[in-house]
Every structure is written in structure tokens, then in C-alpha cells.
């Protein structure tokens, strides 16, 4: 068999055991870790905090209490124009994206059991990258245009990794080596577009290479928020199914479950969820790579944290998006920038506290 | 007692790995004249051979000399370098996905060289060299360090997760460097490619000191490595030091990664797939393994470069192109046929 044990770093649990709140009703069980919901709550209160303050921050400051005034439809004509024309839809696509790179993240990670598996290593950025660049620099198309390239360009290429992958079964360390395979294709393919191109459109798909939430309008909204409305549940109810599967395929048969089944509808959950993320916002590195990460050791729970990624995914976009607004205003970097920086430093950080600790 | 692992008891295994070795050097001896005879002007291999061995200043021995022979020099040592780096890097970190693009090497030479072109102007390849060298040495410090911290020893998913995390955060610097500074970024798309084409032979000249240093650490480290194989507690039993092959290894890898991205931009894929063949042809023993590295990589470094000149004649491709498009589907290839476990 080649399933590679679990290489990820578990953190380690606390001295007194795990407090489990149980809630049964008629055949629905499920049972959450008192940690895990005081995560969640942590993070949902993190993600407020950060919109009230985007939402009030810009070249127009609205102080806080306004804000939530307009959001409670109270608030004054100009106030509610800034805030329902202009931000609200950024920070709600910021917030969305966040969430289903969060997710699929953690469904990636836990199909490859390896942090490393999530989909800005494995090829599916850039290969949504390789659509967007195909769209803007060959047939010079508009930015519906441009989001439909990379759609088809990221689900392309995750199939094609997807496929590849398989003998007798999807087996984590493959399903990496032949994402980064053909990630290092698109990746030259983009470069070698790159080089094609005029100086302007070049610098133009920059912009878009970097993931950006600039413009982001109710249209940007309303695509993300039905894709969300239908992938998350199946992504909630297949967690549990991947916890059972990261115990290994035999246990897991053991337990009645499908793994090769479960495998393929994570792909496609989680290939959707990145896919939509993509299109919206461009291929923003590091979120999904990170969130499930963080939400891991936040809540000490091994194994997909489908609800605490998604929320980290949330608060990490946002904040970058913040970041990135307010830093070097009134230049406006592309969110990709910050969620690269803060991101691999948080994360650099977060290894590295840990890792120290473990000397005790 | 040998550091090695067991000694074959069969000779004629040794001679089939040092007779492979050679046909591999005869193979790359070939690419190098094809590779100074094919071009926008092809030149007959026979005048290749004869402007070698008695220059004359006809029409092709000017091109032979002042551009076709520093490219094939480059290629090869570049070669040596990437083969060598990878083989080193796979075997330090137990990790058959190591290479100078996940450990963040490549990121951190980037950003010097983006910074370089962006605050001093330079435009000069043997200007950003030292930037590029400088860089890639924070990076890889920065990995090991930050993969290392703790009295653990630095394990494979450490240093990749750290050499992401790095990675990350440069790659996010030099998108933010270029995005806001066009002329950076007009020179950088072309350097971010990897190209072996117009580099003047003084870049190989400053840059071999470096190489050679390096080449050098790399095969001492050979039997060290072998013995660290076996796991630390063995690997300390039979002389070898762990912290103080990894500190060397780090070391070397600079030296070579940071020496040829400097010198050609970030050439993927040649590091990472060449020691996978190298295993495959001796099995893991890193005295074999290492040399391999070395004589293959800069066969599949020109190999890629000749190709690359002739599909787009007139034009050409970049190399670092052909590299990933010949180098990633063999490496495919190898990670759906073999198990390919942790190393």
C-alpha cells in the first residue's frame, strides 16, 4: 500500500480531556468539541470586527456606529451609497472567497494528507492562471471573459491532475508530485505568455496573476454565493467521511464507507469551491494552504475542520484585503500581495512558535 | 566498517554503473558540440570540432566563440550546478519534492534581483549576479532555520512547509515590487523565464569559483549522507555529524542554486527530476547518485536548450520553458509508476 502516514505536525492536545457536547435528534447525531465551537465564535466575532472597520475605512471614513446604523438600513443617503455600492460588495466577495478557499483547502489537504496537497501547490491556480492569460493576452477578451477562462482553465487542469494521479486509486504523495508536475508546465506556459505580450497587457495580467478584489461589484456577489449555498453542505457532511478516511482506506471500509467514492466527490466539491474562488477574485495564493492550517491548530482537532477553515479563510482575506486598501494608500496593491505576505509570515511564524515549544 | 551500505558483492554491478556513467558523459559530449553547431546559422559539426581545436577568425568562428560556446559552457555548468543542488537537497531533506523552487532559493533570489533592478536600475546580468547569490543565501538560511528551530532535527515536511511559507511571503514582495514599478517588471518577466541566450562568458567566469565550490562540498558529502540515511542515531554512530552535514549541504545548495539563477533565471524542473533518475538507474547509494545527478542534469539542461532553438527557428524558446515541458511529464511518469516514498 502507499499510503504515506500523516506527515502533518499535530499539535498537541491539552492535559484535560476534550469536553464533547453531544446533540441527537431522531437519526442526526453530531457532536462538537466545546473548543471547536469557541473557535468558530472567536473567529465569526474576528470576521465582524474586520468588515465594521472596512466598511468604515477609506478615502470617506464613516465611524463605526454609522456603519452598523446603515446596516441596519438606518444610516444616511451618502453613507449608504459608499457602503452598498462600493464596499460592501468587495468586503462580502473577500469574505466569500476567503470561505471557499478555506474549504477547499481543507478538503484537499485532508484528501493528500499533507499540507502541502492544498490547490495553490497542485496546480489548479495555475492552471487557472494559464486560462485567464490565454483570454487576456491571446484573444484580448473582457473580464467575464477572463473569469470563464480561468474557470475552465483550473477545472482542466485539476481534472487532468485528477486523472493522472490515478493507478488503482488516488494515493496523497502522487496526487502532489503530479499536481507540481503540471503546475511547472502552466507555470512555464504563463511565462512564456508573459514574455509574448506587450508591456501593457503583460502588466495587465499581472494584476489579475496576483488576485485581486478591486471593482468587486453584486455581480461579482451573487455567482459565489449560490456555488457556496450548494457546495458547503456536501463539504460538511463529507468531513466527517474524511476523518474516517485519513484512519486509512481499510478502517475506513471497516466503518462502510466508499473511499474511492468519497475521494472523487471531495475533488469535485473541492475543485468547484477553489474554481468559483478563482474566478471571482483570481488566483489569490496561500489562503487555502494556510486557513486549514491555522484552523487546525486553533481548534487542536486533527483531520478536515471544515467550519473553523472556512471562517479562518474568512478572517484572512479579509484582513489582507484590508491591509492591502490601507497600507500604501492611495496606491491599491492587489490582495494577493498581502495575503502572500501576511500569510507565508503568519504561517512562518505560527511553525516556528510551535516547533520551539516541543523544545520543553 | 564502511559508511556506505552494504558493499555489492557483485562486481559487476560497480561496472555496470561506472559503464553507464561514461556513456552518459559521451552523450552529453555529443549534445555540447550539437549544441554549438545548431542554431539561427547552422554550423557542420566538422567545423565545429576544427574552430575548437584551431580557432580562426572565418564568420563561424566568431559565432562559435563569442556566443554558441559561453551558452554551451553556461549550460554545462549550470547543469552540473542544478543536478548537483537537487540530489543534495532531496537527500538532506528526505524529500523527493525538494528543489531550489520549494525550498524558497529561487524566491529569494528573485526578490534581490526584482529589488536590484528596481531601486539601483541595473539591467546587466552579471550586475544582478551578487543580488541573486545574496538572496538565495537569506532564503535558504532562512528555511533551515526556521525549519530546524527546536531540538528536533529539521524534518522533510518542515523544511517544505517553511520553504513555503518563505516562499509565500517573497513571491508576495516581488508581485508588489513589479506591480508598481513597470520598468522592474519588464525586465523581470524576461529574467523570470531562464535563459541561457546572450549571457556573456564573464558571467560564467565570475560565477565558476562559486560552481566549483560547491560541486566540490556536494560530492564530499556523499558518505555522510549515506550514513545520515540509516537515521541519525546510525548516521552519528558511523562518524557522520548530523548538524554538520546539513549546515554543509545548505551551504552548497546556495552556493550552486544561487550561483545559476543568477547567472540564467529560475530553471525549474532540472533539480528536482534528474535525481529521481539518477536513483532509478543506481539505486540510493549517494555516491553514485550525486556524480549521476551531475552528468545528467546538464544533458537534460542542453538537450532542452537544442530543442528550444530548433522547434522555433528563427526564434527560440527559452530554456527554461523546454525544461519544464520535457522534465515535468518524465517526472509524472516516474510519480505514477513508482511509489515514490518519503526517502
Known sequence: MTTTPPTSTHPRTTGRPARILLARSGRVSVAFRSRSLWVCAGLLVTTLVIAVLSLGTGDFVISPSNVLRTLFGDGATKDTFIIHTLRLPRLLTAVLVGIALGIGGTLFQSLSRNPLGSPDIIGFNTGAATGALFVILVFHGTA?????????????????VYVLAITRGVHGYRLILVGIGVAAILTSVNAYLMTRAGLRDAQGAMVWLTGSLNGRSWEHVRPITLALVLLVPVALWLGRDLRFLELGDDTAGALGL?????????????????ALATASAGPIGFIALSAPQVARRLTGVPGPNVVPSALTG?????????????????????????????????????????????RG | MSTAPPADPDRRHNTRRVGLLVLAAVVLLVLMLISIAVGSKSISLGTVITEILHPTDSEDGIIIRSSRLPRTLLGLAVGIALGAAGALMQSLTRNPLADPGILGVNAGASVAVVGSISLFGLTDPSAYVWFALFGAAVASVLVYVLGSGGRAAATPVR???????????????????????????????????????GRPLEVLTELLPFLAAGSVIAVALARPLNALALGEDAGRALGASPTRTRVLGVLAVTLLCGASVAAVGPIGFVGLTVPHIARGITGPDQRWVIPYSMVLAPVLLLASDILGRIIARPHEIEVGIVTALVGAPVFILIARRNRMAAL
Open chain 1, 258 to 274: 466508499k473511499a474511492e467514492r468519497t475521494r472523487l466527490l471531495a475533488v469535485l466539491v473541492g475543485v468547484g469551491l477553489t
Open chain 1, 144 to 160: 467575464n471573459q477572463t473569469a470563464v477562462g480561468s474557470l475552465i482553465g483550473g477545472v482542466a487542469t485539476a481534472l487532468l
Open chain 1, 314 to 358: 474568512a478572517v484572512l482575506l479579509a484582513a489582507a484585503d484590508l491591509a492591502a486598501q490601507r497600507i500604501f494608500a492611495p496606491t491599491q496593491l492587489p490582495v494577493g500581495v498581502m495575503t502572500g505576505a501576511i500569510g507565508g509570515v503568519y504561517l512562518a511564524w505560527l511553525l516556528s512558535r510551535e516547533w520551539r515549544k516541543r
Open chain 2, 159 to 197: 523544511l517544505a512547509l517553511a520553504g513555503a511559507a518563505i516562499s509565500a511571503a517573497l513571491g508576495a514582495v516581488v508581485s508588489g515590487i513589479v506591480l508598481l514599478d513597470r520598468a522592474a517588471f519588464d525586465q523581470f518577466r524576461f529574467w523570470s523565464v531562464g535563459s541561457l541566450a
